[in-house]
């Protein structure tokens, strides 16, 4: 009776150990608010399936062109919102974070369900793990997750992060990025332009592990606006390296690369617009001149001031400088992806620098787009913090339970020899 207790024992310890073994959860980082302003953000999404543009608009209730120049893709191409992009391409969508229930979180997407889907396959396989089945059942209320109905429109809850808009006092935006198998926190710095300590302090780590499906805010080096409140782009923000579309895509933005100076220009889309032509000068949206003297350098420009009741508001500005800036530099564009190359990601160009001088004055002579120090787990002063929180489960408890059954077999079938 003694071998049999001890054997009854362990297998108990057995049962204990495996039904917690399949229990793996993800953590993703939470900002709380306490105002009604909202931010641009992004979320890192990685295709399901060969998707077009548009369907990956829809997916997250985007602009299709949003997307595009959010990663720099050349959106000259024709049909290009008809591109089929190829699975497992990873992308940045922009985002509208807002304050909900006390936590920042994005909750304009909508997604109208389909006669195979459940919520695990359309949080972890359609959102590629931004957002949970239990986040999915809350946020809509589902009392039975079994039973869906054919074409019902599902709140998708979307983490996101604003942080004042900054990372270590520079502009900043802030990507959402579900961390994949083979990731390291090294890695992700890299890709990013920004290291480890800062990565640790935003999203509150006490160490740089990490774990497939855990959510990290990431900050993106970004060129920001100044346009007024009651401007409708108001609070436009553009990552390094990348662009934005705005103005009833009359006006296309860009960030870089080397620079936190936004640049915005006439839209190659541009069809119907209101005038962008600066008062009392010849100059267009995005000229600039620029006139050496003793004194230094003298330039004019006629620079973007937001989207306010359907105009487009061009403001001259005059400035002297101690010297005369060199061209305008542009993003690199690429042409709409048909393949992906594995460890590829659009990322932004390398880290800007500081304006040599020339303040918001953006040097430029076309209007033509281009074709195409703290401890680790601790916030830095006025730097941004957030807070770890546990996400649902990405493995499935009952994966353990047949081993069980198997355990408790063997136990029936050798018991007896123990007695």
Do not use: W
């Not at 497992?88 to 889907?117: E, N």
């Not at 103005?247 to 209101?274: D, E, I, K, R, T």
């Amino acid at each position: 009776m003694r071998n049999g207790s001890r054997l009854s024992g362990l297998f108990c310890f057995f049962f204990l150990v495996l039904s917690n073994v399949g229990v793996v959860r993800s953590k993703s980082t939470i900002e709380p608010c306490s105002n009604s302003d909202s931010c641009n953000a992004m979320v890192g999404y990685t295709l399901y399936t060969d998707l077009k543009v548009s369907e990956v608009a829809t997916l997250f209730q985007v602009d299709p062109i949003a997307i595009l120049t959010a990663n720099a893709i050349d959106i000259s191409y024709p049909d290009v919102e008809n591109h089929i992009l190829p699975s497992q391409l990873f992308m940045k969508i922009p985002i509208s974070c807002s304050c909900v229930d006390g936590i920042r979180k994005s909750v304009a997407t909508r997604y109208k369900t389909r006669p195979s889907d459940t919520l695990s396959s359309i949080a972890d396989s359609i959102y590629a793990g931004l957002v949970s089945a239990d986040q999915l059942r809350e946020a809509n209320s589902i009392s039975d997750p079994s039973v869906l109905d054919v074409g019902q429109s599902l709140v998708v809850p979307l983490p996101c992060t604003c942080f004042n808009g900054t990372d270590n006092l520079l502009p900043a935006i802030y990507l959402s990025y579900v961390v994949k198998i083979d990731d390291t926190l090294t890695g992700i710095a890299a890709r990013y332009s920004t290291t480890i300590t800062d990565l640790m302090n935003v999203n509150a780590m006490g160490s740089p592990a990490i774990k497939a499906g855990d959510i990290l805010a990431v900050p993106l080096p970004a060129c920001a606006s100044s346009f007024p409140k009651y401007a409708s782009d108001y609070g436009l923000a553009v990552p390094n390296g990348s662009y934005a579309i705005s103005a009833s895509h009359c006006v296309q933005c860009s960030c870089g690369p080397g620079s936190l100076n936004l640049y915005c220009m006439p839209a190659s889309l541009a069809v119907s617009c209101s005038s962008m032509q600066c008062r009392n000068s010849d100059l267009m949206l995005g000229n600039v001149t620029m006139q050496k003297s003793i004194a230094g350098c003298n330039i004019t420009s006629c620079s973007y001031g937001g989207f306010v009741n359907g105009t487009i508001v061009a403001t001259l500005t005059t400035s002297l400088q101690p010297r005369c800036p060199g061209e305008q530099q542009f993003p690199p564009l690429i042409a709409p992806p048909t393949t992906v190359i594995r460890d590829s990601y659009f990322a932004p160009s390398p880290a800007p620098v500081q304006s040599n001088g020339a303040g918001t004055t953006v040097p430029g002579t076309t209007s033509v787009v281009p074709s195409t120090g703290s401890l680790p787990g601790f916030a830095p002063a006025n730097g941004p913090t957030g807070s770890a929180s546990d996400a649902s489960s990405l493995v499935n408890p009952l994966a353990s339970f047949p081993v069980v059954i198997a355990l408790y077999l063997f136990y029936k079938l050798m018991a007896p020899s123990f007695l």
